[in-house]
């Protein structure tokens, strides 16, 4: 059963013509969820919304502080030791008599892919090992918000530090532990003319 489920996660964390960290698409917000994914459009409060678009984050108070963690058995139908957890904290200012913001957001993720059984080249057992994905993100956030007019522009950018190990030794034939460390960067830009309380049905508003 290990060795089944070993092969269904390569094949879909790493598909042929694909990018191999993957596990970064598993979203974390349940706000952003609930819209259907579409985080990157829509400017919000939600703490998890740096993870779709690095400028979209808006506070809401001068000062701000929002910590969230997630823990959770992933894909529990298909293995019961894949454990993925994500972590993040915000803290955010709008600075006083003006319309500007800034904010900063770390954020990490953890995939713990359990126990797996390796085999060499003639299906034998060569003992067990365990597979697991990480990353660091760091986001540095600005926006502006006018009074005048219904206008918000945000801007920010994110560094991401993503480490993959596929097992603990060396696969045979192959030299090196089968891992990876990579640096990635994401730049968030969006402009929006939001509307607020907008009077959709009858006891029903839509504040965007």
Do not use: R
């Not at 290990?2 to 013509?17: A, R, W």
């Not at 400028?55 to 959770?72: D, F, M, R, T, V």
């Not at 359990?114 to 760091?138: C, L, P, R, V, W």
């Not at 090196?176 to 939001?194: E, H, K, Q, R, V």
């Amino acid at each position: 059963m290990k060795k089944i489920v070993y092969i269904i996660l390569c094949s879909f964390l790493f598909p042929v013509g694909e990018a191999g960290a993957v596990f970064l698409l598993i979203s974390p917000s349940p706000y952003h969820n609930g819209l259907g994914g579409s985080g990157v459009g829509i400017p919000s409060n939600d703490i998890n919304t740096t993870y779709y678009n690095p400028g979209a984050y808006i506070p809401k108070n001068n000062l701000e502080l929002q910590i969230s963690k997630y823990n959770y058995n992933w894909l529990p139908g298909l293995a019961n030791d894949i454990i993925y957890n994500y972590e993040i904290g915000v803290i955010s200012y709008i600075i006083q008599n003006s319309q500007f913001n800034v904010s900063f957001t770390t954020a990490n993720t953890y995939l713990d892919l359990g126990e797996q059984t390796g085999m060499d080249a003639q299906g034998n057992a060569t003992g067990t090992f365990s597979s697991e994905m990480k990353a660091n993100a760091y986001t540095l956030s600005a926006g502006y918000k006018s009074n005048n007019i219904p206008l918000y522009l945000g801007l920010g950018v994110t560094y991401k530090n993503v480490y993959q190990e596929l097992g603990s030794a060396e696969a045979e034939y192959e030299e090196g532990i089968p891992s990876t460390n990579n640096t990635m960067y994401d730049y968030g830009l969006i402009l929006s003319f939001p509307f607020k309380n907008i009077n959709v049905f009858e006891d029903s508003y839509l504040d965007i």
